[in-house]
């Protein structure tokens, strides 16, 4: 029966993913043949040196076709991207984020090939004109979208399985998701695996989540659970996201997995190699003026340097000189601590506040990739310092150096500036463990987002990194 109502709500959510590009493509299409098609022709010089525009490009029904085809699937590749279509998982507000950033990107895109059939850069009103049409209606199917999913498919009833940790931070999390979850109730595993399964029997629940157990319990459970067709959320130590990316062999009639040393092949570290060096070129041509604007005001802000320069980690745990805009008083770490930023960091100035909101103060950097030492997607490079110190109580955090420091990464598209050290930790394993040039492009695209997001760029709390010594002692 769950399965069942599993494949009915995949359906109903294909269905108005389906209506949403059909009504996006639909609004493209009356652009495409009252402004669009009309206005392109050919841009050529006639015989007396002057410029005419001729009707060189002919379409027929197919021809049309084509182009509104290509514009479904860049829509359906952009929201899929950028989470435009995930009804029911993420809030409304965020769906319709979503949706304006891959529509954006879209109608940007669609501009430009656009002009290059014109042989002439298209007029930009009537795009404007459309892009606003098309989030209103997303605005509406949104809302209609959301009212029906809610209602059809209520929030899961949860039974929360925890250990001997504090487990009010997992608790808050689900909490600010009501319109997903309900947890119904917190259970000890002190208890005994027993009585748990006997809870969850004589309970009304939908879902088991099943957060820092020991595992030999928690394999218990997941047996459980997985014999009586219950879903289960669980966090996964570092050995679940090690053993997630490993390749399956069959050389025998026995399953056996296999953990290379090395995740990323050679073939794959020149061909990101080659992606880093063209692509930090190209950033440092279309971001000089803005680098330029940036120095300017943070020599005037105070009369300081321009640049920081500070000692970083990279593969291997070798060391080098990461650059940034300085964003902070000149006497920012005059005492000698090494520290992160914390939420209502005092020692940041005006200027270098803005930068770090729309990570600026991080294009210097383009420079460490040209240079070898970083590369565009990895695990943000650490300090010496900081890295000692979460050593002492995380000696898994090591991992994190099996390949080069990256200017974006796993870490800071699906989690925060102030997610927990050990969270980070298996963000970061993830991408490594799992490593491929496309995942490298999906994170590209996706860390233009988070440029956006403000929640991505907020300090850790005070005292955060204490905290977090007790949760990984496990």
Same mark, same amino acid.
């Given at each position: 029966?769950?399965?069942?109502?599993?494949?009915?709500?995949?359906?109903?959510?294909?269905?108005?993913?389906?209506?949403?590009?059909?009504?996006?493509?639909?609004?493209?299409?009356?652009?495409?043949?009252?402004?669009?098609?009309?206005?392109?022709?050919?841009?050529?010089?006639?015989?007396?040196?002057?410029?005419?525009?001729?009707?060189?490009?002919?379409?027929?029904?197919?021809?049309?076709?084509?182009?509104?085809?290509?514009?479904?699937?860049?829509?359906?590749?952009?929201?899929?991207?950028?989470?435009?279509?995930?009804?029911?998982?993420?809030?409304? #507000?965020?769906?319709?984020?979503?949706?304006?950033?891959?529509?954006?990107?879209?109608?940007?895109?669609?501009?430009?090939?656009?002009?290059?059939?014109?042989?002439?850069?298209?007029?930009?009103?009537?795009?404007?004109?459309?892009?606003?049409?098309?989030?209103?209606?997303?605005?509406?199917?949104?809302?209609?979208?959301?009212?029906?999913?809610?209602?059809?498919?209520?929030?899961?009833?949860?039974?929360?399985?925890?250990?001997?940790?504090?487990?009010?931070?997992?608790?808050?999390?689900?909490?600010?998701?009501?319109?997903?979850?309900?947890?119904?109730?917190?259970?000890?595993?002190?208890?005994?695996?027993?009585?748990?399964?006997?809870?969850?029997?004589?309970?009304?629940?939908?879902?088991?989540?099943?957060?820092?157990? #020991?595992?030999?319990?928690?394999?218990?459970?997941?047996?459980?659970?997985?014999?009586?067709?219950?879903?289960?959320?669980?966090?996964?130590?570092?050995?679940?996201?090690?053993?997630?990316?490993?390749?399956?062999?069959?050389?025998?009639?026995?399953?056996?997995?296999?953990?290379?040393?090395?995740?990323?092949?050679?073939?794959?570290?020149?061909?990101?190699?080659?992606?880093?060096?063209?692509?930090?070129?190209?950033?440092?041509?279309?971001?000089?003026?803005?680098?330029?604007?940036?120095?300017?005001?943070?020599?005037?802000?105070?009369?300081?340097?321009?640049?920081?320069?500070?000692?970083?980690?990279?593969?291997?745990?070798?060391?080098?000189?990461?650059?940034?805009?300085?964003?902070?008083?000149?006497?920012?770490?005059?005492?000698?601590?090494?520290?992160?930023?914390?939420?209502?960091?005092?020692?940041?100035?005006?200027?270098?506040?803005?930068?770090?909101?729309?990570?600026?103060?991080?294009?210097?950097?383009?420079?460490?990739?040209?240079?070898?030492?970083?590369?565009?997607?990895?695990?943000?490079?650490?300090?010496?310092?900081?890295?000692?110190?979460?050593?002492?109580?995380?000696?898994?955090?090591?991992?994190?150096?099996?390949?080069?420091?990256?200017?974006?990464?796993?870490?800071?598209?699906?989690?925060?500036?102030?997610?927990?050290?050990?969270?980070?930790?298996?963000?970061?394993?993830?991408?490594?463990?799992?490593?491929?040039?496309?995942?490298?492009?999906?994170?590209?695209?996706?860390?233009?987002?988070?440029?956006?997001?403000?929640?991505?760029?907020?300090?850790?709390?005070?005292?955060?990194?204490?905290?977090?010594?007790?949760?990984?002692?496990?």
């Amino acid at each position: 029966m769950k399965k069942h109502n599993e494949n009915v709500k995949r359906s109903i959510v294909l269905l108005l993913s389906l209506v949403d590009l059909a009504v996006l493509t639909a609004i493209y299409a009356g652009f495409w043949f009252v402004r669009f098609y009309p206005v392109v022709r050919m841009r050529r010089m006639n015989i007396n040196g002057v410029i005419v525009f001729t009707d060189g490009l002919k379409f027929y029904q197919r021809g049309h076709l084509l182009i509104l085809l290509i514009y479904f699937v860049l829509l359906w590749f952009f929201l899929g991207t950028y989470g435009g279509l995930r009804i029911g998982y993420l809030k409304a #507000p965020d769906l319709f984020f979503s949706q304006i950033f891959a529509i954006g990107m879209v109608n940007v895109f669609t501009f430009f090939y656009t002009s290059l059939m014109r042989n002439w850069i298209m007029p930009g009103w009537p795009y404007l004109l459309m892009t606003g049409l098309q989030l209103l209606a997303t605005f509406l199917w949104i809302l209609l979208a959301d009212g029906i999913y809610r209602r059809i498919f209520p929030p899961r009833r949860l039974l929360l399985v925890h250990g001997t940790h504090p487990v009010e931070e997992i608790r808050r999390k689900f909490l600010s998701r009501k319109d997903k979850y309900t947890l119904t109730q917190l259970v000890d595993i002190v208890l005994g695996v027993p009585a748990v399964e006997r809870i969850y029997e004589e309970g009304a629940y939908d879902a088991m989540v099943i957060w820092d157990v #020991p595992t030999t319990q928690r394999n218990e459970l997941l047996k459980f659970c997985y014999g009586k067709n219950i879903r289960i959320y669980t966090s996964p130590k570092i050995s679940d996201v090690v053993i997630k990316g490993s390749e399956q062999l069959h050389l025998f009639d026995t399953p056996i997995f296999l953990i290379r040393e090395q995740s990323i092949r050679a073939e794959q570290l020149f061909i990101k190699r080659i992606l880093d060096i063209v692509l930090a070129l190209l950033l440092l041509v279309i971001t000089s003026p803005i680098m330029l604007i940036t120095a300017l005001c943070v020599r005037f802000t105070d009369g300081g340097p321009v640049l920081y320069k500070q000692i970083r980690c990279t593969m291997d745990m070798r060391q080098f000189s990461i650059l940034k805009f300085r964003s902070m008083r000149i006497d920012a770490e005059k005492d000698g601590v090494a520290r992160l930023a914390s939420r209502h960091d005092d020692r940041i100035t005006p200027v270098g506040r803005f930068i770090r909101a729309v990570r600026i103060d991080e294009l210097p950097q383009l420079f460490n990739i040209l240079k070898g030492d970083m590369s565009f997607i990895g695990p943000r490079p650490e300090r010496p310092e900081i890295i000692e110190e979460y050593l002492k109580t995380m000696p898994e955090f090591i991992f994190r150096t099996k390949v080069k420091a990256g200017l974006a990464g796993y870490a800071q598209v699906y989690g925060k500036y102030n997610t927990t050290p050990y969270d980070k930790l298996k963000l970061d394993l993830t991408y490594i463990e799992n490593y491929s040039i496309w995942l490298d492009l999906k994170l590209m695209l996706l860390t233009l987002k988070i440029l956006f997001t403000p929640e991505a760029t907020e300090g850790v709390e005070d005292g955060q990194i204490t905290a977090e010594r007790e949760q990984t002692k496990k």
